[in-house]
């Protein structure tokens, strides 16, 4: 593989690449159909009748970490995809290095497709490389499995000195690949694979719909920036269920256009935390809504339930959002809105137009390293509605929690530590 070109090419050229991704936000509602996947269980894995083997190996890969095998996993995938009958796409031990791909559908088999990864897929090290602006995507595609307990390795330590902070940007912005990229996919299980490193987001689902992310470990250091692990948008059913993410930005991160996303058994940190947001900063964004986060910890993160939106910009909204059973060891800010994002402490910008309502917090209990452990920093033009507060225990070393609440009037409940705004 080529050697890394300079960084003020590769700016530039994820700069054009993403600029249209920055103002081309899906607006549209992604078809839902059926569930093929509701009601099963998920956790066994068998070979559907007739249903062959179709291993990379056969075209050419070889698993020594040092060999292309972009072309053969290309493929493979062809074989798999594009040809009739029941065909499965097999990674077998060893480690496969491989360049950006396109995995797209739609594909011409009866059932939904298999990825079985049991080896180590590792990213070229080469920025360059990576035209399309992500590592492995896949588009177009009703019905897929990815599974096997392997191993996705963005080896993205050398390009974390390029990231740019799309989210504070105006500008066109080199956001860096994601590791696995799903585009207008419907009925999706990625279930009990790790992903390593990536030079970007973990996993990115948009405009998607019936997707299940199950048993997963997304792990990087807390030190890599923009390394999101699971990040939603435009996309409706989702369930995040009995994950693990360590990682270096938000855990889980869901922007406009996420609905019906359901978040239970999640253990995340280091990282950012659980993020609604930003929102607001596009025009014409759709609303997130119907969103159920349960039965979670939060270890060491900066960040623990955040709502985010930009002051000064576009309207949008986030309502019917639930937090419940969530325990919480040294999260900086346990409970936040913030719909004064990235503005001076006294913000003097023209208060956000995203409306925020029927929000509830429940049974959030742990320790805090930040005196306000509770935070809600509501729009003056559109207050929050609805906030509900009950069962909340949030220790601040021997120091007693704080409150503060501004245009919101939160309804509480049972205990309330810290106590109760004013």
Not at 101 to 115: D, E, K, N, S, W
Not at 201 to 207: A, L, M, R
Not at 385 to 413: E, H, W
Request: aromatic share 8%.
């Amino acid at each position: 593989m080529a050697i890394a070109k300079s960084a003020t090419i590769l700016i530039l050229f994820f700069a054009l690449a993403n600029y249209v991704n920055a103002g081309d936000i899906s607006r549209v509602r992604p078809p839902v159909g059926q569930d093929i996947f509701g009601g099963r269980n998920h956790a066994k894995d068998v070979l559907l009748p007739g249903e062959k083997i179709v291993n990379v190996l056969s075209f050419g890969a070889k698993g020594d970490g040092v060999t292309d095998c972009t072309q053969a996993f290309m493929s493979t995938w062809q074989a798999v995809c594009k040809q009739q009958g029941q065909n499965r796409f097999y990674v077998p031990p060893g480690r496969y290095l491989v360049s950006s791909m396109f995995f797209m559908g739609p594909c011409l088999a009866p059932h939904p497709v298999t990825i079985q990864v049991e080896g180590t897929v590792l990213a070229s090290t080469d920025i360059s490389e990576f035209e399309n602006s992500e590592w492995l995507m896949f588009e177009h595609i009703n019905g897929l499995k990815i599974i096997g307990g392997g191993t996705f390795d963005g080896q993205g330590q050398d390009s974390w000195k390029y990231t740019e902070n799309c989210e504070t940007s105006n500008q066109a912005c080199a956001r860096n690949p994601s590791s696995l990229f799903f585009a207008e996919v419907q009925n999706v299980i990625i279930s009990n694979i790790k992903s390593l490193n990536p030079k970007g987001f973990h996993i990115f689902v948009t405009k998607s719909s019936n997707v299940r992310l199950r048993r997963l470990k997304l792990i990087a250091p807390e030190t890599s920036p923009n390394t999101d692990g699971i990040h939603i948008s435009s996309s409706v059913n989702v369930i995040v269920a009995r994950n693990t993410i360590q990682t270096g930005d938000d855990c889980i991160s869901m922007i406009q256009g996420s609905e019906n996303v359901f978040i239970n058994r999640l253990r995340c940190g280091p990282g950012h935390g659980i993020s609604i947001g930003s929102l607001g900063k596009y025009p014409n964004e759709r609303e997130v809504k119907g969103i159920s986060i349960k039965n979670s910890q939060l270890i060491g993160t900066t960040n623990g339930l955040r709502i985010k939106t930009w002051p000064d910009k576009y309207g949008g909204g986030a309502s019917e959002i639930s937090f419940s059973n969530i325990n919480m060891t040294n999260v900086k800010n346990p409970i936040i809105i913030d719909q004064e994002y990235e503005c001076d402490d006294v913000c003097k910008k023209k208060p956000s137009l995203v409306r925020i309502a029927d929000i509830h917090f429940a049974n959030v209990r742990g320790t805090t390293i930040s005196p306000i452990a509770v935070d809600m920093r509501c729009s003056k033009t559109y207050p929050c509605m609805g906030v509900t507060i009950r069962d909340i225990d949030l220790k601040f070393g021997n120091a007693p929690s704080q409150a503060r609440c501004v245009n919101v009037k939160p309804i509480y409940g049972g205990m309330q530590n810290p106590p109760a705004c004013p």
